[in-house]
């Protein structure tokens, strides 16, 4: 039912961390060596622009990239379960702690590497970065429109 607002609402979840996978969430370039460093949800990457050379680090930085795919698919279910409130209340309530795990981890590994790289410098946040927070306002909004539909689902019951 896609005339549903909550429905809406979920949709820019999956839209919003289908375009966080893609998106650098922070860098830190260094302007007078032109060495830098750009984190993205599945590497760190080590980026030497006058060189052309390149190093990548995958691990723990694809833990990022693992639970935005487990968010989209929770999100995708609870849409295709339009038909069951009371599980989508449950699948929302289960991607608002996930949502909270991704942005914790992404602001602890954001610190981590803002001491122990290039650490004279400061970094930046990029637009990768304000996808999530899209993501938790749109399912705080969806959870909250489903919360209401179910109230008025019940209290037309109470009256037949």
């Known amino acids: 039912m896609l005339q549903r607002i909550q429905t809406m609402f979920l949709c820019m979840i999956v839209c919003s961390i289908f375009a966080f996978l893609f998106l650098p969430i922070w860098n830190k370039i260094d302007p007078n060596t032109t060495h830098g460093y750009i984190l993205y949800p599945w590497k760190l990457q080590d980026i030497h622009t006058t060189e052309h050379l390149s190093n990548t680090w995958l691990m723990p930085y694809a833990l990022l990239g693992s639970l935005s795919i487990v968010i989209i698919l929770i999100a995708i279910y609870a849409i295709i379960r339009f038909d069951n409130r009371m599980l989508q209340l449950k699948l929302g309530a289960l991607n608002s702690l996930l949502l909270t795990a991704l942005l914790g981890t992404i602001v602890y590994l954001v610190t981590k590497n803002q001491s122990a790289l290039l650490p004279e410098i400061s970094g930046q946040y990029r637009i990768g970065f304000l996808m999530p927070i ?14 209401k539909d179910e109230k008025l689902v019940n209290s037309t019951n109470r009256i037949r």
């Open 134 to 147: 899209i993501a938790v306002v749109s399912n705080f909004l969806a959870n909250y429109f489903i919360r």
